[in-house]
């Protein structure tokens, strides 16, 4: 299922990836063989798979439709981009922006573009290949981002002993975008047409945010990198070795399950497996997924 209604809004999930990626044991930073065992059944087969013992990982976007614009929540890795050392990433050729078109949307009618975070599967499809040259994909888009998160990546950028792949994200996905006097950067928080708010959600990286969406009585969540994997939910103290932050990371975590238990908000992350999003449930050991509303 790639659409979802919160309230008045519509949400098309559009896939850039989906399949087995990293190694479970090579992810978590907190990972421990027997307490992953524990969970191993309800995880197989759409969030792991134990032949090759990778997490089953999707790299999506979110198209939202306020009724008033059209919204791209994060832009995965994108076409072309060369990226040493990063296999999964480097000099894709996906069907993205057909997927797009199938979800009823061109890259002129997009008119806000938010990215949670800067990482290399958020900012792809900000920029595409035009003569040699990267240039916005969405035109007309407005591209908002956290000034903190902008800044951090910038000046990380120019460091000469930055990872060639780090600079080039930022170089031909971010950099590009700001140069055409596109970008917002905003503090702190940011608001549009009523029923989506920008909020901080630091630890995955010093900027992160989360995005949320309220409409009539309905409200969801989307919540970037704050969980990579509805194991998360059960152990949120478990993060991943990307979390520059470990212990913000887990609060920021802890913080967005509470949220969702407390309102009935859906939880939509970017790379968990199908059914790709999540109601969350208060339990007396913390938090679990609601599978009963959620079909498989
Ligand atoms: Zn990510």
């Given at each position: ?71 791209l929540i994060d832009c995965c890795s994108g076409n072309h981009k060369p990226r040493p050392g990063m296999a999964r990433y480097d000099m894709l050729n996906t069907a993205y922006l057909d997927r797009l078109k199938a979800s009823g949307a061109t890259p002129e009618d997009i008119d806000y573009v938010m990215c949670t ?180």
């Amino acid at each position: 299922m790639n659409e979802f209604t919160i309230g008045d809004v519509r949400v098309h999930r559009v896939e850039e990836m989906l399949g087995p990626a990293a190694p479970a044991k090579d992810f978590f930073r907190e990972y421990s063989e027997e307490e992953f065992k524990r969970h191993e059944h309800w995880l197989a087969p759409n969030f792991y798979d134990p032949g090759s013992g990778k997490l089953v990982t999707s790299v999506h976007s979110w198209l939202v439709r306020t009724g008033r614009h059209l919204v791209l929540i994060d832009c995965c890795s994108g076409n072309h981009k060369p990226r040493p050392g990063m296999a999964r990433y480097d000099m894709l050729n996906t069907a993205y922006l057909d997927r797009l078109k199938a979800s009823g949307a061109t890259p002129e009618d997009i008119d806000y573009v938010m990215c949670t975070h800067l990482h290399v599967d958020h900012v792809g499809w900000n920029t595409r290949l035009a003569s040699g040259r990267w240039v916005p994909t969405f035109p007309n888009a407005k591209y908002i981002f956290s000034r903190q998160e902008h800044d951090f990546w910038c000046d990380m950028a120019k460091e000469e002993a930055t990872q060639q792949a780090l600079k080039n994200v930022y170089n031909d996905s971010v950099l590009p975008v700001v140069e055409t006097g596109r970008a917002v950067l905003f503090e702190d928080t940011y608001g549009l047409d009523d029923c989506l708010t920008v909020l901080p959600a630091p630890g995955h990286t010093p900027g992160h945010v989360r995005i949320d969406l309220k409409s009539q009585d309905q409200s969801a969540v989307f919540c970037g990198d704050v969980l990579h994997s509805p194991l998360q939910i059960v152990l949120p103290h478990w993060n991943s070795v990307f979390c520059s932050n470990p212990g913000q990371a887990a609060q920021t975590r802890r913080d967005v399950l509470s949220h969702c238990a407390e309102t009935d908000a859906l939880l939509m992350p970017i790379h968990f497996g199908i059914p790709y999003v999540a109601h969350i449930r208060s339990v007396t050991s913390g938090f679990e997924m609601d599978f009963t509303r959620t079909h498989r």
